[in-house]
């Protein structure tokens, strides 16, 4: 006597399913990048992260955010950070997949496997990467003081994960965190005004006292971090352990945790160094070059990252139009809807196909072009992929309609993914440090031109589209000094290259349709405006996520 109605016409939520084996773009993508890789670990992957439990994890780990304790319960500072359990089940999950150091241990692909691994992680939880992504960028960077790299890197490389605050030399595994912005600076990191004071010299090299703040300094459980501090010959960089080798505690502070639009899981933190013991990590005054070759596989992730979010939001736009009908028949079979939901297709694949070549690119040792592809891309991904990232995720919302604005359920994902994604644009470097950054590695001579001119090379001929916009960029690459200019130049070196890298593993109709779109300009100003002409059955179906 109590049912008011029926309900139906609601779509099953998009869960135990296997993320891998249903994303054919990045299979295909990494069958290019990678051939030969043996993937079984990524089936694994995949499958545990589609789970309901994994899910699970994934939305409390951001519904019970971390909590800081500065002080124990009798007034002594502690300064600790309390996570949720399911914090501790997805952190425990992305080591013991080899998602942070573990590439640095060597082995054929290892980049490109770990990228593949931390796209499909990032569609499920992407604030718990954070740390992961720190752990995995700060070795190269770590080789400026040999003597710390040498005892912290089998901790850094290894799959067991300690979450205690502890000594690092009581820990199977360890995380690592950097330190760069200040209150006063943000980006601009050469106005930083902590100050470094020589120390003495110990097993670990130089030693400093350091005295100041960072305004963003996020996973500070970590068990250390690169910093950047004032020293006597300029800006430096320096490592800096939460715990010192006699076992006691070093002087950080933290002040409080930010609270943020989205990356809930993940505590990110002011703090203060009241005379914090650090150690001089190469040279002093090359702090900026020194810490930045950290930040430049952290800018890999941020595509990535974003990749993984794209496919993620992509995969419940499709879920949900496959099974909710509206003006009888069907979501998923109304003209229009087919337009979005292919050009969405057609952004996400293209991101993927970006994002991998860049890692493939990581994978590439001392070879020079990859070395130049290196420098390339790194800039160009970090900005166009994030860039796309937050109209896409709206658009995919629309696709849901009410059901994509709310919180609760397998669909709520979106309204999680719509407050993370922006992140990626804006950490290690907004649009206009990417696009500048750009143009300071174009204006290095021909060698960078003529890497990009092999790169685009397997796709001409194939596209009178491609040809063209092709065409047009060494005269503008030439040129590449008015700043003004730097975005476009960013914009239209990343289609071009995502259109080479579909005609090589994309199907034909995903290679036509983003020329016809995103090249010869026959496309509008938002998602769902492809010519009439593209084969949407072809582009739809290859993206489903069952």
């Not at 669909?411 to 500048?436: C, D, F, K, T, V």
């Amino acid at each position: 006597m109590d049912a008011t109605h029926e309900v139906f016409n609601q779509p099953a939520a998009l869960t135990n399913y296997n993320v891998f084996a249903t994303n054919r773009p990045l299979r295909d993508a990494l069958r290019f990048n990678a051939p030969g890789l043996d993937t079984a670990e990524l089936e694994r992957l995949g499958q545990t992260l589609g789970s309901s439990e994994m899910q699970q994890h994934s939305r409390l780990a951001n519904v019970h955010t971390p909590q800081l304790h500065t002080h124990d319960r009798v007034g002594r500072r502690v300064d600790v950070v309390e996570f949720h359990p399911s914090y501790h089940a997805l952190m425990a999950l992305a080591t013991g997949t080899g998602l942070h150091g573990t590439p640095w241990a060597g082995g054929a692909h290892a980049h490109v496997r770990r990228a593949a691994g931390f796209t499909l992680f990032t569609e499920m939880e992407p604030s718990t990467l954070c740390p992961i992504s720190m752990t995995y960028a700060v070795t190269p960077a770590l080789q400026g003081n040999p003597a710390i790299a040498a005892e912290w890197g089998p901790r850094l490389t290894s799959r067991a994960y300690d979450p205690r605050f502890v000594p690092a030399a009581q820990k199977g595994g360890v995380t690592m965190g950097m330190g760069m912005t200040e209150k006063q600076g943000g980006s601009d990191v050469r106005a930083n005004t902590t100050q470094a004071t020589r120390d003495g010299r110990d097993a670990w090299g130089e030693r400093y006292r350091l005295v100041g703040h960072k305004w963003f300094f996020s996973a500070p459980m970590c068990d250390a971090f690169l910093v950047l501090a004032q020293a006597p010959s300029g800006l430096s960089c320096f490592f800096l352990p939460r715990w010192l080798p006699d076992g006691t505690v070093n002087a950080l502070r933290i002040q409080r945790l930010k609270d943020k639009l989205g990356n809930k899981a993940n505590a990110s933190s002011e703090v203060e160094f009241h005379g914090a013991h650090a150690w001089l990590v190469g040279e002093e005054g090359r702090g900026v070059p020194q810490i930045l070759e950290m930040g430049t596989l952290t800018r890999l992730d941020c595509a990535l990252g974003t990749t993984g979010l794209m496919r993620q939001a992509l995969a419940q736009a499709l879920n949900h139009t496959s099974q909710r009908s509206a003006f009888g028949k069907p979501l998923i079979d109304q003209p229009l809807m087919r337009n979005v939901l292919a050009d969405l297709a057609l952004e996400s694949e293209a991101a993927t196909a970006l994002s991998l070549r860049l890692a493939r690119a990581f994978d590439g040792g001392s070879d020079e072009r990859e070395a130049l592809m290196r420098r390339l891309l790194t800039p160009v991904a970090k900005f166009w992929v994030c860039k796309r990232g937050s109209h896409f995720a709206q658009e995919a919302m629309e696709c849901l309609g009410g059901n994509g604005y709310v919180e609760e359920g397998g669909e709520g994902m979106l309204a999680r993914i719509y407050r993370e994604i922006p992140l990626n644009s804006i950490w290690e470097g907004a649009g206009n440090i990417m696009a500048l950054d750009l143009l300071r590695a174009l204006r290095k001579g021909g060698a960078m031109a003529d890497a990009l001119d092999a790169e685009l090379a397997p796709a001409r001929g194939a596209h009178t589209a491609f040809d063209r916009f092709a065409a047009s960029l060494p005269a503008r690459i030439d040129e590449a000094s008015a700043e003004t200019d730097a975005r476009r130049l960013a914009q239209d070196v990343a289609l071009a290259v995502q259109a080479a890298l579909l005609r090589q593993h994309a199907p034909e109709p995903v290679f036509d349709a983003f020329c016809r779109s995103r090249l010869a300009g026959d496309w509008g100003h938002a998602f769902g405006t492809l010519p009439s002409g593209v084969d949407f059955d072809s582009i739809i179906a290859r993206a489903m996520p069952h």
